[in-house]
């Protein structure tokens, strides 16, 4: 069989920038090329070679052969006669130390076999444990870049580094990297010799040196991103091996880019783009609480920020298994190589005592966003043994220990963690968001300290404020057991008027966390019987917990429902509001749990009427979803419940589908995502989008919105966007993600309606 293979072999002179056939790194390697910085010369074997090779097995050799001839002419030299070529791997998203690589090949019947070696290491089981960590498509396929070998252990003038253009922990501006002298870059990046910081190369080779941080400027503003470039002094020469978007703590990326914006080589908007949910959750992440209080055990580089605590474990396959079971683990080794990832994902932390800064396990933790200390030296592991020793201290598998991603410490034991102070730069970017966003990101709150919270985190106000947590006190739950209990009307005044002393203390307290903030307060929705004590001495005790028991509670006497028998509930609830309002004045809604009915809905505004509170509802039941017309005539607002609701239309138990089934239709392909996390848009989210087109109809400025898991997840957020929700509520630490994505999803929309009008425009003109 012959196949013609035009193109399929690009020379870096014939200047293709094209990702899809080249790959990441042979993509830049040309656009390097194409802007005059020192890349030794070569070629790519493209993607479209790969797709071929895979399907026949075979490799365009002619071509190959003839690519060579043309690097041998340029280079004024043959292949093992004064030219080595090196043979790389080239997938069009970076995937670090996933392939192989070929160095010093000096003969063409190797140099087939290497690019064979490279295409094939596609489908190793790490490379395809990669892609399926990092959602890359096995599809993609890579190419192999043939390159003219330069050597960084020619002689004293030579040598090999490593470096971010910004610090890729802290973003903090300036070159940060590392060197060795007299070595090839393999020896540096595989984390085999120990290298030293980059100020060494300045000293010894100044001029290079600045040459090396202009191509490191002039990198960064082509590409509008901080880069991770791999460099090679031969003889006291520069070349440029590799540059791409360095991978960076979250801490590091919000600071990059704010600082990019700054500078005008990012727009605001941009920069808002670059962000992802996880580089504001590690922001977010824990740190210990007052480190000085305790004696470390040890130190190491403090490669990826945050703290973590757990169990021990020298194997990765045993922190995954643990994980599995809800245990934290922190896993130790002496260093991490790509065929870790899954266990790396699985701790809570990593602890190695080799490697420096921008070894596989520190690179990989800080895209994690995982505390990760690398390189803790006195460490002396030994896995045979499961143990490691570090001064006279034994500590075995099965122990816990905390580490310290911010400090490089090491402690025995679980250490207080604590949630970290936001940056100057997270505060910016968080207000470019608030700029940029159309719908509101409050949060939910039960008490004075979660208000706080939502605060801290720069809610736009509650938008979820549950009442039953205000019966957990011994004093409210005896309270709340004498009402049910009692019988005669006296009985039940005298115990109603204490609730609606104990509800006022809570009001105040939350009413004067908000500080002026808006509060939606939801009135009480639990079932009577969860009150009770599950068994009981007393006779007349026992006789209650019988009738009020139900075999299904979730559907059963709550909610609303609640009061419609017992109507002197919510009112107690609503005097108990007013009366806190009265001391602390504060901007409150009522919320009516579990409605399906216009005159559930309309009993409620009788106990409210008066109190000049604004009363909406739930949207947590099917039936109120299909009467969502009727029902917006009588409410002030909707939100949904999207738990509730997802359980209604799922017909599953939240409390008993994932323990029981749910993990199996994962498994076997049925579900591809937990409903309860992420919106299941086909379904609940068609019954929503339905619900507010007829409820829009009654009343278009009806505002509506999202409480409930859901409210906090980023792909679910993107669909609440679309649906024209006026804002969502979500706990307080997914504030901060909530709003990235609102204005993420804000900025989407604005720039697609922008490219739809071009198309309508050029259109026009072509007709
Ligand atoms: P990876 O995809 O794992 O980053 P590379 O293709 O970058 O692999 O190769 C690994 C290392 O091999 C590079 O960092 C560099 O130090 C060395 N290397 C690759 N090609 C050459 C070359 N032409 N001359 C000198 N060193 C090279
Ligand atoms: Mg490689
Ligand atoms: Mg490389």
Not at 78 to 107: F, H, I, N, Y
Not at 730 to 735: G, H, L, Q, T, W
């Amino acid at each position: 069989m012959t196949v013609t293979y035009e193109k399929v072999v690009y020379s870096f002179e014939d200047l293709c920038e094209d990702k899809k056939l080249l790959g990441n790194k042979g993509a830049n390697l040309v656009t390097m090329v194409k802007m005059g910085l020192p890349v030794p010369p070569g070629f790519a074997v493209s993607v479209d070679a790969w797709k071929e090779y895979k399907r026949t097995g075979q490799l365009p050799e002619q071509a190959i052969e003839d690519a060579l001839s043309r690097l041998e002419r340029r280079m004024g030299r043959k292949l093992g006669d004064g030219l080595a070529v090196s043979v790389r791997s080239s997938a069009a998203v970076s995937m670090p130390g996933m392939m192989d690589t070929v160095l010093d090949v000096r003969d063409n019947s190797t140099m087939m076999d290497s690019i064979r070696k490279v295409f094939d290491s596609w489908e190793t089981p790490r490379a395809i444990e990669y892609r399926r960590l990092n959602n890359i498509s096995a599809e993609m396929g890579l190419a192999s870049i043939v390159q003219a070998m330069v050597f960084g252990n020619r002689d004293e003038l030579s040598g090999t580094g490593v470096l971010f253009t910004r610090n890729p922990s802290t973003g903090e501006r300036g070159l940060f990297g590392e060197w060795l002298q007299g070595a090839l870059g393999e020896e540096l990046v595989s984390g085999r010799r120990t290298p030293q910081p980059l100020d060494e190369m300045k000293k010894m080779l100044p001029d290079a040196y600045r040459q090396l941080e202009e191509v490191a400027r002039t990198l960064e503003q082509h590409f509008k991103d901080m880069q991770d470039i791999e460099f090679t002094v031969d003889s006291g020469k520069l070349y440029v091996l590799q540059t791409r978007n360095g991978k960076r703590s979250g801490q590091a990326a919000v600071k990059i880019a704010v600082d990019m914006a700054k500078e005008d080589i990012l727009s605001q908007e941009d920069a808002i783009l670059r962000m992802t949910p996880d580089d504001l959750r590690s922001i977010i992440y824990p740190h210990i609480h007052m480190p000085e209080r305790y004696q470390p055990l040890t130190r190491g580089l403090n490669a990826s920020p945050g703290a973590a605590t757990g169990i021990v474990v020298f194997y990765p396959e045993e922190a995954a298994i643990r994980a599995k079971k809800n245990e934290d683990t922190i896993l130790v080794r002496p260093e991490t190589s790509p065929d870790d990832i899954q266990g790396i994902a699985a701790a809570k932390g990593v602890l190695t005592s080799r490697g420096g800064l921008t070894s596989h396990a520190a690179i990989v933790t800080r895209a994690m966003g995982k505390p990760s200390v690398i390189g803790a030296s006195q460490l002396e592991i030994d896995l045979k043994k499961e143990q490691f020793s570090v001064n006279n201290v034994v500590v075995k598998k099965g122990d816990i220990i905390t580490v310290d991603g911010d400090t490089g410490y090491v402690y025995t034991g679980a250490l207080p963690l604590i949630e970290t102070e936001a940056t100057a730069e997270f505060n910016t970017i968080m207000s470019w968001c608030d700029d940029l966003r159309w719908i509101g990101v409050m949060g939910n709150a039960d008490t004075a300290e979660a208000v706080t919270q939502v605060r801290r985190f720069g809610g736009d106000g509650i938008g979820l404020c549950r009442t039953e947590r205000q019966f957990n006190t011994p004093e409210a739950l005896a309270a709340i057991r004498e009402f049910i209990l009692g019988e005669t009307r006296e009985e039940l005044d005298k115990v109603l008027q204490r609730l609606r002393e104990l509800q006022k203390e809570d009001f105040v307290a939350i009413f004067k966390a908000l500080q002026g903030m808006p509060a939606v307060i939801r009135l009480l929705d639990l079932p009577l019987h969860e009150f009770l004590p599950r068994d009981s001495k007393d006779s007349r005790v026992r006789e209650r917990i019988m009738r009020l028991m139900e075999v299904n509670p979730m559907m059963g006497h709550r909610g609303v429902r609640l009061a419609i028998t017992n109507p002197e509930i919510y009112k107690m609830q609503i005097d108990a509001i007013l009366e806190a309002k009265r001391e602390v004045e504060a901007n409150i809604s009522l919320m009516v749990p579990q409605v399906i009915t216009l005159q559930e809905l309309l009993w409620v505004r009788r106990i409210a009427e008066g109190s000049g509170l604004k009363v909406g509802m739930m949207m947590e039941t099917v039936r109120a979803c299909m009467r969502a017309g009727p029902l917006a005539r009588a409410a002030d607002f909707f939100s949904f419940g999207t738990n509730d609701l997802t359980q209604a239309v799922f017909s599953f138990s939240r409390e008993d589908a994932e323990k029981k089934f749910l993990t199996t239709y994962f498994d076997k392909g049925i579900l591809q995502d937990n409903p309860f996390q992420v919106l299941d848009v086909k379904g609940v989210g068609r019954l929503m989008e339905t619900a507010i087109h007829w409820a829009r109809q009654e009343k278009p400025n009806l505002v509506i919105s999202v409480c409930g898991e859901h409210a906090g997840d980023p792909r679910s957020i993107e669909v609440f966007y679309r649906m024209d929700i006026d804002y969502v509520s979500c706990s307080p630490f997914r504030i901060p993600v909530a709003k990235l994505v609102a204005a993420q999803a804000s900025i989407k929309d604005k720039r697609e309606h922008k490219a739809r009008l071009k198309t309508l425009t050029q259109q026009e003109v072509k007709c």
